[in-house]
């Protein structure tokens, strides 16, 4: 299965609460398009959240963060990992 | 210990065997600043690499990227996670 990271840019001042409720959005409605979100990490200074997960392709992705209120600002399909 | 993802935005084409060498390097000498990279996520076609550290500093994780040749273009600290 093909492994993303995406990245939102706009969630300047997120909490552990905010980051954890969208997280679990995601898991809730992620299996209607074969989506695994792995982990999502936070930098509430500059606003970035970078998110991995493993899914069939991008768009699959985004669906699944659209419906759940975030959709991301850019990704990236992950082919090489160390 | 804080926790960063670094970017690297100009890493086009980069290989499997070329990530490998290039985290291996930064492995090498990461112990003189405290730093401890746990892995690097690679899209060859954007060119991007994520890497994720526990550190002392932003700075500290930039010395050993540096001295191993391969300078981030961006830096977050990551102080949420989900």
Redesign the interface.
């Known amino acids: 299965m093909p ?1 993303f ?1 995406d990245v939102h840019t706009s969630m300047k001042g ?3 609460e905010q ?2 409720a ?2 679990q959005a995601d898991l809730a409605i992620q299996g209607e398009e074969s989506v695994d979100f792995k ?8 606003g ?1 959240v ?1 998110c ?1 997960s493993e899914a069939p392709s991008a768009e699959a992705v985004q669906r699944i963060h659209q419906r759940a209120g975030h959709p991301f600002d850019e990704v ?7």
Not at 39 to 46: E, L
Not at 76 to 82: C, D, G, L, P
């Open positions: 492994q990271m997120v909490t552990a980051l954890h969208a997280h982990q999502a990490w936070a930098d509430p200074t500059t970035h970078f991995l990236h399909e992950i082919t090489v990992t160390a």
